[in-house]
């Protein structure tokens, strides 16, 4: 069993990504450039094949989950891959099986997406924010409270970049890295 | 106590059944308006949900606590206060605060004015009928020359409480899954979607098949978890209930009418051509033009013919609707009333002592 | 020692006022050699400071800013705290980074709402120059007839004034209503209007965006503007926080006192009860049934430098108020209060407008504290389990914090009723007692056990004020143990 599932698990690390190997990948999985996976961040795709973009960060003890989507039950073998859009922030503890998922967008500590909703560009859910109800997250809406309270931003969140930086230096001297498994030029 | 030393921070208080308002005399408007809710044991009560004496007595130590260290500030002993409630205020409320304070608290005096006749004060008359829609209770007492006429009080139990019973059955006919919402969150369905429509539109609701366009359907999410789509039916229709007739044939713009029989013939047309609205309800848009249309209409009914009645006429308060009375307790706090028109506590003591000297 | 462990709530101590609490919320004032709680102590207010940049401001000028914090804001949206951020526009060329400063705005990290949102300009220093909306004017008459009203207030305070000569030789006053609307005549009265619409007739044909519409806590955080509209928000200044000083109501001593830095956590007096009254733990019971006796066995801990002997009375046991020289006041001031009880009816005949009560005299100086000491209530348990109470009582040594860390020091020479003490050490001792759940109690009550506890007190506070041998007595507690659920038979 846990053969047949290791041999399905093909994960593609793109240059400059880096991926600690304490991390849980399977399915097919393609890492972007410059992304950031921590250790004991799980990311399934179940249902068809995740593609995250470019300087995402993925903390720890988050999860991405690609479950077959609602509508596609009857359609196993035509589900498009999930793709997520580039400068994308999972913090700690949050679960995302969101169906769709743009570019810039937070997801904060220990929230969880459903798989009904779709996040567009610039969105950030807040801290403990449970979505669940079908939805399409316009651009750069924030749901935030404990009661999911809703507002429009004025732009997108800033990408963290020096947080970024310092991990990039630092997360390799204490932890195993998985090698890009595609080779830049 | 030095004879000129002005008293610069006196707290007014209004507390309502839903909110409170809190600030200090001379000032415009109230510091912080708040629900007036007591946390007591890690739950949240609401202050006048209270089952005895001794359990008002607790909330409200509890209540005053929060007012002094948290709003105010200021150590209470020897201080005066103001406390602007309404005529209709249950004894067993006004004692326990009066206990409260004097005892607990240790006060110096409380100054306890009338809402109704205070949030004349703002406006500079001394002449007018009072409507006060508040969250559990409508009450209605003309103030002739300063005087609340009491004899022509009346009261019905409509407010924001029945505005949201109301919304949440209208809700029930229109779509499952909105049951049980929180009064929290019929409240702000209330504030962000709804209003008070014209007289016309609502006859028109009433019918089977009305013959109007419907203001656009609101779709409004809880929790995340769901979203109930406000049609606009429903939006036109939560505040409906405040002009419907009941049982006794008898709705808000009734009240104004039935204080009005009650007063002396010469004071009617004065009194039904100064009308001030206060309370956290009239704010809702369209109250007022609505409020005067269904006067209007039912001024000629045949039960209202005698009072001969054909304008009426509205005051615009300076200030928020809700916190009217409050901006009359600020103006009557910072006037000479507080030292002459306050109930000492040293009287208050000494009215036992002179009491017990005559057992 | 986490409070999480310590704050249970399965004993209580009954406070001198009649309240159920834990030892951890109690105080012990040391001169009147009483429990008090947070109910019956009085509150003060010490200090003034902001809890988020932890500034100190004394009270006249904490009064002057209205209670406010200059520098911080909180968030008109979410209420949570606004914090200061760098702009982070990077400038075009290097003429213009030598030109520009940099720039601030604020910004919540909670809803991400920032002073961008709305159009408030970044500024040039972190602090202190942030706009302030401008003030909601009422009109100006408001203002005006305001100041007249306190120029007239002061002439009748002079005592220039008809009034206020009635006033003083106790005569009521001379329609008081009056008076007020001479003050008020000076202004125009409103106009009341025919013609009102506050109908907008688009609302009937406009769709509404939820997201621009504020919430009734987004307007009521800002009373005087209420605003309805998102983009009408503006940054709300911070509430200042304060210090408490607790003072005894009945000796006037403080038995709480913080330092006056808002930084530090500690305090210059703290008289918590903890420190005095020995602390009760329940170890074990046996399963509780009807009418069946059970084993309780019960922690002593005994947090005092001076050894205390402890005896057990019934839980009906009168609690008699003590006698000193600061309560001579404090009983006069219980017949006080229960007086006043009975005064308060008189209220009912003032009616709530302004009207005069009248004033007879005014040379009755009460005690100031007297009439404030708080009545105590009887007890709000049911106890429904009978503790046999031990005839023998028994010694608690003193706390010593090295005996922790000394292992062979098992050696005590104290004679105990083995039947009572099972289990001794330095300061500490566990008690058996036999409790018996009341024959009526069905399947799964909660059983309350009671007893009256008598503690040897020594009081050092007297010899160091009065060079005399540290005083000893006698203290009485009642505690209330909640046992937990009874069980059935085997």
Known sequence: MSDIKMSRNSIKVMPGALVCEESKLRGDITIGKDCIVHPMATIIAEAAPIIIGENCLIEEQASIIYRVPFDKVEDKDNIPPLKIGSFNVFEVGCVVEAASIGNNNVFEAKCFVGNKVTVTNGCTIGAGCHLTEEQELKENIIIYGSNCQMREGLSKPMPQYSQMDTLMKILPNYHHIRKPSVKGK | MPLYEVEKSVIVLDIGTSFTKFGFTSEPAPRSIYRTQVKSKGQIRELWDYRDAQDLYDMLVDFFHDIYFKYALNSPKDKPIVIVESLLCPIIFRETLAKVLYKHYGVSSILLLSSHLVSLAPLAIDTALVLDVGYKEAVCIPVCYGMPMIHAWQALNLGSQTIHKHLQMLLNEKNSGAQNLSEMTLEDIKVRCCFVTKKSRAQQLQTLKPQIEMCPEIKYPVKGSTTISVCGTTREKAYEILFDEDADHLCLPTMILDALMKVNIDLKHQLAENIVLIGGTTMAMGFKSRLKEELLCHSKEERYKKLNIKCFKFHTSPSKENYAAWLGGAIYGSTDCLNTKAIQRRNILKKRNYLIGRI | ?490
Request: with cysteine; charged share 25%.
């Open chain 3, 1 to 490: 020692m986490s409070a999480g462990i310590i704050d249970i709530d399965y004993v209580k101590y009954a406070c001198t006022c009649g309240l159920l609490k834990t030892l951890q919320q109690l105080y012990f004032c040391r001169y009147c050699s009483e429990l008090r709680c947070s109910f019956c102590v009085s509150h003060e207010v010490d200090s003034h400071f902001c809890g988020k940049c932890c500034e100190n401001l004394p009270s006249p000028e904490a009064r002057v800013k209205k209670n406010r914090c200059v520098n911080c804001f909180i968030c008109p949206s979410c209420h949570h705290e606004l914090s200061t951020r760098i702009a982070s526009k990077q400038p075009a060329t290097p003429e213009e980074a030598k030109a520009t400063k940099r720039t601030y705005y604020l910004s919540c990290l909670c809803c991400r709402w920032s002073s961008r949102d709305i159009g408030l300009p970044d500024q040039t220093s972190a602090t202190g120059s942030w706009p302030k909306r401008k003030t909601f004017m009422q009109d100006k008459e408001f203002f005006k007839r305001k100041q007249k009203e306190k120029i007239i207030s002061y002439t009748d305070k002079t005592g220039i004034t008809a009034a206020s000569l009635r006033k003083r030789i106790g005569l009521p006053e001379d329609k008081p209503i009056l008076k007020l609307k001479n003050a008020v005549k000076m202004v125009t009265p409103s106009i009341a209007q025919e013609d009102i619409d506050d109908f907008d007739e688009e609302v009937l044909t406009k769709s509404i965006n939820l997201l621009e519409i504020t919430s009734i806590d987004q307007r009521l955080l800002q009373p005087d503007v209420q605003p309805v509209e998102m983009n009408m928000i503006f940054p709300v200044q911070k509430m200042l926080s304060i210090k408490r000083s607790l003072r005894c109501r009945s000796c006037e001593h403080n038995v709480s006192k913080p330092e006056y830095n808002p930084n530090s956590i500690k305090f210059k007096i703290q008289l918590f009860a903890f420190y005095h009254i020995p602390e009760i733990r329940i170890v074990t019971v046996q399963p509780l049934r009807a009418g069946v006796p059970a084993e309780l066995l019960i922690k002593f801990t005994n947090p005092t430098q001076h050894q205390t002997t402890i005896s057990f009375l019934p839980f009906d046991t009168p609690i008699e108020i003590k006698e000193s020289t600061a309560e001579v006041g404090g009983s006069k001031g219980e017949d006080d209060t229960s007086d006043l009880d009975k005064s308060l009816p008189l209220m009912k005949v003032i009616p709530s407008g302004a009207k005069v009560m009248a004033l007879v005299d005014s040379h009755l100086n009460m005690s100031r504290s007297s009439a404030r000491m708080v009545t105590p209530r009887p007890l709000d348990v049911s106890i429904n389990c009978d503790v046999e109470i031990p005839s023998s009582t028994f010694i608690l040594p003193p706390r010593d914090d090295a005996a922790e860390y000394d292992d062979f020091n098992e050696a005590h020479n104290i004679q105990d009723d083995k039947k009572l003490v099972i289990w001794r050490k330095s300061n500490k001792a566990f008690i058996k007692l036999i409790v018996t759940p009341k024959e009526d109690t069905s399947i799964g009550t909660v059983i309350t056990a009671g007893f009256t506890m008598s503690h040897l007190y020594t009081n050092t506070i007297t010899s160091v004020a009065e060079n005399k041998k540290p005083q000893k007595f006698n203290h009485n507690i009642k505690l209330i143990l909640d046992l937990g659920k009874s069980v059935g038979s085997e």
